[in-house]
């Protein structure tokens, strides 16, 4: 799950909080909140996200909120991260793999009250998978019979998906072919229910932004419910009346706030007014380890950090430059001198120890063959490269990044690549009109299995965002959900890794890590590979 980061528009009022003067109204209510007989968590959240409705939304700035207001099928371990019940409190798997049958609880709610049924799931799944409203992550649900149909129009009659009510409380998915990650994958967002009546009745079923997401119009299924939503300052949840597990919710309150700058959020966790950011300065990590090492974790992430190329936009439709621009840069310098959260270069596609996969395709290739290829295609010592642009969303170590990779490119090509950087929301939308030649980008596993690093680049996938296809590596995306073992499955990955190490259509950074500071007192929550923890668990002792 590609998720990572945003403008804070109070952040004049919050630095002249930290000189003397009249805080913000934020901080005002941060301090009185955080009352002995109230549990209030105060997080950094990255940025203001984009929507909060879990079939629209494609980003961990938005993850992280749906994680606290609504839960699907399944749940994952907090500690394990294998699949537990959710909504459903058991279930069954054909013999064959290709149906899966879940009982939900007698007890699940919506939080106006009403029972979820299995009609909510199927109608959800059903306008996720709407041409109309174009969900980025409908390939998601592709598993299932006839949903690919369905959402590219070639199937009109949504009865014969593979998705069925058998009456209020069974529901039954088949499958076109085995996927045998799917409990870990329906633990994702965009297998969740959602409000249908609610949704219905503001007049967005196949509309986004509807205003079904606002607070007076809220209506979810999960830890938390929405309290107040006061855009580019703060999305407060409180802990829901309905929710069937509410004896083991240990907060009362969450506060997120979208923070874009780390320097501000680490002021803020310093002074008291965060305990859990969302990211570290990286200049500030060293410092913590080396002063208070309980408050900095720099915990493993099952996720990389990439570039796209836009590969019909000149000069990138050419391979050769694709490749000399990521021959061209240090990974080890960038790891080493740029971060320092214990990220590791990534010269492939997939994170080392991803469910037991080893990439055997890896970038190989140094600076001779980057300035040979570039001549090649036509700019020998960069000589006559166009004006190339690489695009940010707004946080300080992308800026950092992109400006040290800005220089690599100067220094070993000769060329000049500008920079642009926007905030979150508009980013996204860039990036998925295809507006951009080089934009920088990351994902995140959505569950634990390499197949979530491949199914990205296949061409209908509402998150590819490069232009790129490839006819035999979407039959091998096919070909490995028909594999008789995993081992079989794994080397049909390798295949399609090879490929995309030769096209490029990404350029490989570094993998990620997860840097945060904590505050001692929060118990009971740490960050996990997926970044998945499970916010009910989450407690707070003064």
Known sequence: ?????????????????????????????????????????????????????????????????????????????PITQEARPG?????????????????????????????????????????????????????????????????????????????????????????????????????????????????EKLGGL????????????????????????????????????????????????IQFFPIESSDVEERMFRTGQLHITFEVPQSKIPVYQRTNPDAVRCAPYDGIYFYRFNVKAPPLDNPKVRRALTLAIDRESLTRDVLTGGEQPAYSIVPPGND???????????????????????????????????????????RSLCEAIQQMWRKNLGIEVSLRNEEWKVYLDTQHSKHYQIQRSGWIADYADPHVFFDLWETTSGNNDTNWSNKEYDALLR???????????YEVYQKMEKILIDELPVMPIFFYTQPRLISPKVKG??????????????????
């Open 1 to 77: 799950m590609l998720r990572h980061v945003i403008l804070f528009t109070t952040l004049l009022a919050i630095f002249s909080g930290f000189s003397g003067c009249k805080k913000s109204p934020a901080v005002e209510n941060n301090a009185s909140a955080t009352t002995p007989h109230r549990k209030v968590l105060l997080a950094g959240n990255g940025g203001e996200p984009k929507d909060i409705d879990p079939q629209v939304s494609m980003g961990i700035v938005e993850y992280s909120l749906i994680r606290a207001l609504f839960e699907g099928l399944v749940t994952s371990d």
């Open 87 to 199: 909504v459903a409190e058991r279930w069954d798997i054909s013999a064959d793999g290709l149906v899966y049958t879940f009982h939900l609880r007698a007890d699940a709610k919506w939080s106006d009250g009403n029972l979820i049924t299995a009609t909510d799931f199927v109608r959800s799944y059903q306008r996720m998978l709407s041409p109309a409203l174009a969900a980025e992550y409908a390939y998601n649900l592709f598993h299932l019979v006839g949903a690919e149909d369905y959402q590219t129009g070639k199937l009109t009659d949504f009865s014969k998906v593979g998705c069925k009510a058998l009456d209020d409380r069974t529901l039954q998915l088949t499958l076109r072919q085995p996927a045998p990650f799917l409990l870990q994958l329906l633990a994702f967002y965009p297998w969740d229910a959602v409000p249908i009546a609610t949704i």
């Open 206 to 253: 196949e509309h986004r932004g509807s205003g079904w997401t606002r607070p007076e119009n809220f209506v979810s299924n999960g830890p938390f419910v929405l309290k107040e939503w006061k855009p580019n300052q703060r999305i407060i949840v409180e802990r829901s009346p309905t929710y069937w597990d509410r004896a083991n919710v240990k907060l009362d309150e």
């Open 356 to 398: 037991g996969f080893v990439s055997r395709n890896h970038i190989e290739g140094d600076l001779a063959e980057a300035r040979r290829l570039l001549a090649e295609a036509g700019f020998p010592g960069g000589k006559g490269f166009p004006p190339t642009e690489l695009l940010y969303n707004t946080l300080e170590k992308h």
């Open 479 to 489: 070909t490995a959900l028909n594999a008789k073992t995993t081992a079989e499955r």
């Open 525 to 542: 929550y740490f960050v996990t590979p997926l970044d998945n923890y499970p916010w009910k668990y989450a407690d707070l002792v003064e």
